[in-house]
């Protein structure tokens, strides 16, 4: 067999338009050294390339307008190959008209947010919610002239249909709900978005994953995902996304998300597009893991209630096994002791985590009253209404053998004392 291998050439040793490196510097030659693959059969990287650049080169003055007009690459902050890449892929799963990958979840929700809601208009909302949504509704919104009213997470899709009012735009849905692991029926929601004109839903459903969740499926308009969490998956990344029921709606929103500067940055695209491609097989996991651990925490003496979509105890339980593959990996569990009993379990885990986020591999634990929902951002009466008790504790349960992470709360549980609970 034959082989002829030669050494790679610049395009300036080739010579670019009668230009060759001889007519250059070293200096030059440092900036402009550009390599064209030319010799052989072309092939295609089986991984889709991550695009650093920042800009495209452009063949003539004219294809600028041109690729405004009809799509294609000039700068990363409108467009970007490995963005798109990873967009096409999320939209697939979500069964959506188009998706948009955003720097991080929170700048995926404020750029919906600003994009549909304008000053005079009213927004209806679960309570609670994602901390970072609570405190954009509670003290951003507002001094753009946006009001809000708060239905209790959980409740049934009839209290949002109380609160609409005239100038109300969209409806705000969170499910599985953070902290709480309440659950929203899509299916009610998605009907009462499309009896009203001039009302859009979203909903937030990064705790189960478009895999488990279609939001779109649903009827929902938006269906929105922190991809920092399980469509990421390693804890490696952040990020954001929002799939949309039309073109129209991606359309709007591609037009905010440009001036907003509120894009992805391509190395964090291409680990997002490495991480879905496990999507399914690490949600079954987390599922079936999350199913034991939640069994086991139900129980134990030591542990007052538990909230976990799967339990047949879960108020929504039959609205979730309804629109849910299976069940995800976040538990939440009211421990007894109060806030010295979620903090001695949430301290006391020695392979589990103490750290907030969720969706990776590695479990984690954390006690929302002190720390993501804590007196830094809301009231204690704030908290209560919301059913975050000072004993709640949060766990995201990873890949690990569910035995050893039920072997691991066990010992940390030991070490809440009785005298604690009595
Ligand atoms: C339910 C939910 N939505 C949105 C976000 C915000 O995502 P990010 O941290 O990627 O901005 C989070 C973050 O924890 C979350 O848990």
Redesign the pocket.
Known sequence: MSKKWFPPQSDLERGVDGLHIDDVTPDTVATSSRYTFTSGPETEPLVPPIFHSSTYKLRSVDDYLKILEEGGYIYSRLGNFTCDSVQAAINGIEGGKGTLVFG????A?STALLCFLKSGDHIVVNNPC?S??FDMVVNILPRYGIDHTFVPTGCPVEEYRKHIKSNTRMLYG?TPC?PNMAVLDLEEFGKLGRSLDNTLTMV?S??ASPYLQPVIKHGIDISMH?C??YLGGHSDL???CLTFASVDLWKTVIHYQISLGTTLSPHDASLLLRGIKTLPVRMERHSSNAQKVAEFLEKHPKVERVMYPGLPSHPQHQIAKKQMKMFSGMIAAEIKGGVQGGKILAEGVRLIQLAV??GGVESLIEHPATMTHGPMLMTSEDRLSGGITDGLIRLSIGLEDADDLIKDLKQALDKIPDSLIA
């Open positions: 991080t979840g929170m700048a929700i994602y970072g949504t969170e953070n937030d990064t705790f922190s920092t969490k952040v990020g954001g986020s969720l």
